[in-house]
């Protein structure tokens, strides 16, 4: 038998991470946050991380985001992520999957510290 669908109703917003490199591209990511905060007032703009945090290997700022504007937040970031690599992935309960199985990227796929990540068993 057929594995279940996931269930999209447990998805209770998303994060969208803004890769940068410090020395290089910051004040390019600091323009795209401003741009966020600008368009989508109701949107969480994170602390900048210079040093790689969490399952993160690169620097970024985190944006959390509700449910309601993923519909504009995402092709605003598809459009005006100046080059970045941006990680979009859902909060539906599994951190590890939210990370990696149901994770969308924005430029190139980077590697992440999946160890550092809690793993839920299946639903």
């Known amino acids: 038998m057929a594995e279940a669908f996931a269930?999209?109703?447990?998805?209770?917003?998303?994060?969208?991470?803004?890769?940068?490199?410090?020395?290089k591209t910051r004040d390019l990511a600091a323009r795209v946050r401003e741009g966020i905060g600008a368009a989508f007032p109701h949107a969480t703009l994170g602390s900048w991380?210079?040093?790689?945090v969490g399952p993160h290997t690169v620097a970024m700022y985190q944006v959390a985001f509700a449910i309601e504007d993923f519909a504009g937040l995402v092709p605003w970031l598809m459009l005006n992520r100046a080059g970045l690599d941006v990680l979009v992935h859902p909060l539906a309960?599994?951190?590890?999957?939210?990370?990696?199985?149901f994770a969308m990227w924005l430029g190139d796929k980077l590697p992440l510290r999946l160890d550092v990540l809690k793993r839920v068993s299946a639903r």
């Open 49 to 52: 991380h210079d040093e790689p």
């Open 93 to 101: 309960g599994n951190a590890y999957d939210d990370h990696t199985v």
């Open 7 to 23: 269930d999209p109703t447990q998805i209770h917003g998303y994060h969208a991470h803004i890769y940068y490199d410090p020395a």
